[in-house]
């Protein structure tokens, strides 16, 4: 038996060795083989050199994979994937705010229990603000309600799977990837296991507010057309009250001969349906740009460096 361990890495160059010191320490007398598959995401500081170190070093077997440019986590993942040939596959962060002993016992969890095919780590304790978590609370209603597909909140991409459930995520190429969603996509028996993230060992997290807002939208966009059909829902309401709004207007003109106020009304009417129809349209652009960029069938990624070690 052979884990893959799947490390996406972008300008995490004081993190590499630690990590790879912390999986020999967790994962020493195991009983198992284990690979670390190192995608280095284009980082800008010294991770490729330190990456090159440990590969020659071959403490324990060591590939690395390094893009042109930064692809994103999300590509670097696909690329992990595409090179782990485990029975096993987990995916970890660089950083050491997963620790590699939860993998363990992750493996432990697909050995005991056949059933499973996926064991996915979710946080129980965030270390974040009150705002945020609202925000995150708000994103899973409503990507739950809206899409097929049914998110497990606060489920992270830490988890380790079988072979199979590689070989099932590969095949989705598409360009736009939302890894929470191409989880709950390809299915299969997830077993969830709370976790508390560590802080992290060197550097800072790639992650702001608005990377995580657009990161939503991402997911809404892709995981449902929901937001399509609010334009159609739009219409259809301002149309019926426009249809309502005519009969008072003639009637108060016909029958009671009020004079009708005109200029305020038609302001506030212009601006309100030139907002709307802009807003529909801009929900029609997203869905369009995301076919203009997936029908160009553009890779996912670009590979300068493949280090093997076999
Ligand atoms: N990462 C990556 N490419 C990116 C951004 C991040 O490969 O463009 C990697 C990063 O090196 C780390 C993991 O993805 O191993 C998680 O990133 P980060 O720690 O910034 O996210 P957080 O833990 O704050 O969610
Ligand atoms: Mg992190």
């Known amino acids: 038996m052979k884990l893959s361990l799947v490390v996406p890495c972008y300008n995490e160059a004081e993190n590499v060795a630690p990590f790879q010191d912390a999986v020999l320490s967790a994962f020493d007398g195991c009983g198992y083989d284990y690979e670390i598959v190192f995608v280095d995401d284009g980082s800008k500081d010294a991770t490729l050199h330190n990456l090159k170190k440990l590969h020659a070093a071959q403490k324990c077997p060591v590939k690395v994979i390094s893009f042109s440019r930064n692809f994103g986590k999300e590509a670097g993942l696909y690329a992990g994937l595409q090179h782990a040939d485990g029975e096993y596959i987990a995916l970890i962060d660089a950083d050491l705010q997963q620790r590699p002993e939860i993998v363990r016992e992750m493996v432990k969890i697909l050995d005991e229990q056949p059933q499973y095919d996926v064991v996915a780590a979710y946080q129980d304790r965030r270390r974040e603000g009150k705002v945020l978590s609202f925000f995150k609370k708000c994103f899973y209603a409503i990507i739950n309600k809206l899409s097929r597909v049914s998110l497990q909140s606060d489920a992270s991409d ?147 460096t493949i280090l093997d070690y076999k």
């Open 158 to 304: 830490f988890r380790t799977f079988r072979r199979s459930v590689r070989d099932s995520i590969l095949e989705l190429t598409e360009y736009h990837r939302f890894s929470k969603g191409i989880f709950a996509w390809v299915g299969y028996d997830t077993c969830f296991i709370p976790y508390t993230a560590c802080p992290r060992a060197n550097g800072a997290s790639k992650w702001n507010f608005w990377k995580l807002l657009n990161y939503a939208v991402e997911g809404i966009i892709g995981y449902s057309t929901a937001p399509l059909r609010l334009a159609t829902c739009l219409g259809t309401v301002s149309g019926v009250a426009a249809v309502f709004y005519l009969i008072w207007v003639v009637l108060e003109k016909l029958i009671w001969d009020i004079p009708i106020p005109g200029y305020t009304t038609i302001i506030v009417l212009i601006l309100f349906f030139g907002c709307v129809e802009l807003f529909c349209i801009g929900i029609v652009g997203e869905y369009v740009g995301r076919i203009f960029e997936q029908s160009k069938n553009r890779p996912i990624y670009i590979a300068k």
